[in-house]
Structure formats: structure tokens, C-alpha cells
């Protein structure tokens, strides 16, 4: 059994950084079982999943088209029972976005709202300064897209 919290020493990244698959039971057995085969980072469409910390499969959304289509891919393909059935939500993590926001620092920018396709990302008009952007975070399906079009890397993915 890996403890990821003493990785994370090593690595300078706390375990909450790593992005996990969509679909995986939990966390825990995703690293007791997965063989690091690789299948669902070559099954991936958007081609996001990479090889990570340690070998395992992680999401990285400034690769490839930088969103998930939530094609099921990666866990359809897997060898092992690591995955909830496609019916089931992907994640349960949601946009936020943080004080490195150049909107929020009155600099007009609206390039997460022009990548939200679910449109979870609305604008918030002000007297005499930019609109400010608000997740609105029933919405959020969590795909990433707004991730990899920010330009000063402002928006990271939570768990409420």
C-alpha cells in the first residue's frame, strides 16, 4: 500500500493535487489495484490521462484538448473493477477560481466563460470595473475546459 500524504513530501504536491479518473470507486483501492498498464491513458478521446506520480493515471487538463467528454473510455477499457458504472456521476469536483484571477483583479478576461459548455460560468456585472466571473456550481460538471483557457491558471478543481 502507497501513503500518498508522504509522496506528496517528496513531490512538493499535496495528494488533493492529484486529479483521479472520473468513475473510480475510491481513491484507496484505485492505487491498491491498478496495474499502471496504461490502456485508459491510449483510450483516452481528449487524451487528457497521463502517466503520473508513481506510474498511476491521473487527469492533467493543461494535456491534450484539455477537457473531458466523459466518453467512459478509460474505465471501460480497464482490466480491473476499479470504475462505478457510467450511469453513476463521473466526480463530484466542481470549478473554483482564485485570487490569481485577473478579472477579479479588474482586467477584463473572460476566456473560462467562452470554454464552459454547460455555461456554469456566468458573469457578474459591476459599476465602473470588469464583470466578475460566479460559478454557478449545480452547472459544473467539473469537464475542465475552463481550466486549460485560463490565461494565468486561476481555476483548479475542488470537492466540496
Known amino acids: 500500500m502507497i501513503n500518498r500524504s508522504r509522496r506528496g513530501f517528496f513531490t512538493r504536491k499535496q495528494p488533493s493535487q492529484q486529479q483521479y479518473l472520473p468513475w473510480i470507486k475510491d481513491k484507496q483501492t484505485f492505487t491498491d489495484h491498478c496495474l499502471r498498464c496504461n490502456a485508459c491513458v491510449d483510450a ?48 463530484s469536483q466542481i470549478a473554483t477560481i482564485n485570487s490569481s484571477c485577473i478579472a477579479l483583479n479588474n482586467i477584463e478576461c473572460r476566456s473560462c466563460g467562452d470554454q464552459c459548455e454547460t455555461q456554469a460560468i456566468t458573469f457578474s456585472l459591476q459599476v465602473a470595473k470588469v464583470a466578475l466571473p460566479v460559478i454557478k456550481q449545480p452547472d459544473c460538471n467539473g469537464c475542465g475546459a475552463c481550466i486549460d483557457g485560463c490565461p494565468v491558471a486561476a481555476i483548479e478543481m475542488i470537492t466540496p
Do not use: N
Open 44 to 91: 483516452c478521446q481528449t487524451k487528457i490521462i497521463v502517466k503520473g506520480d508513481g506510474g498511476f493515471p491521473m487527469v492533467d487538463f493543461h494535456h491534450g484538448e484539455g477537457e473531458c467528454s466523459f466518453c467512459y473510455q478509460c474505465a471501460a477499457i480497464c482490466p480491473e473493477p476499479l470504475f462505478e458504472p457510467q450511469h453513476q456521476l463521473p466526480w
